[in-house]
């Protein structure tokens, strides 16, 4: 069984910047993403990262501000946002799952409890 713990997120001014970590126990090798929730909004995703770090792919949205790395060595997972912006506001999960990269989250098995992302201008 895999779990998912997510730390990070925060209260941060517009044009700010916030480090999502998201930290995994259990059998991890797997391709990880991120998704995000705003209220009143359907689940998008946000980006991935393949089982070793090789490839990453974005939304359009955050493309140029996000960054995905992992850190095998230490079963984490982590989303530098930079750039922030008020619609970046959302609660932002990790998944794991996909032996490849994905944006599907169907295609992911385990989901973090989410930790809430709030920019203002």
């Known amino acids: 069984q895999v779990q998912l713990v997510e730390s990070g997120g925060g209260l941060v001014q517009a044009g700010g910047s916030l480090r999502l970590a998201c930290a995994a126990t259990g059998r991890t090798v797997f391709a990880m993403g991120w998704f995000r929730q705003a209220p009143g909004k359907e689940r998008e995703f946000v980006g991935t990262i393949s089982r070793y770090g090789s490839s990453t792919y974005y939304a359009d949205s955050v493309k140029g501000r996000f960054t995905i790395s992992r850190d095998n060595a230490k079963n984490t997972v982590y989303l530098q946002m930079n750039s922030l912006k008020p619609d970046d506001t959302a609660v932002y999960y990790c998944?794991?799952?996909?032996?490849?990269?994905?944006?599907?989250?169907?295609?992911?098995?385990?989901w973090g409890q989410g930790t809430q992302v709030t920019v203002f201008s």
């Open positions: 998944a794991a799952g996909p032996l490849t990269v994905t944006r599907r989250p169907t295609e992911y098995d385990y």
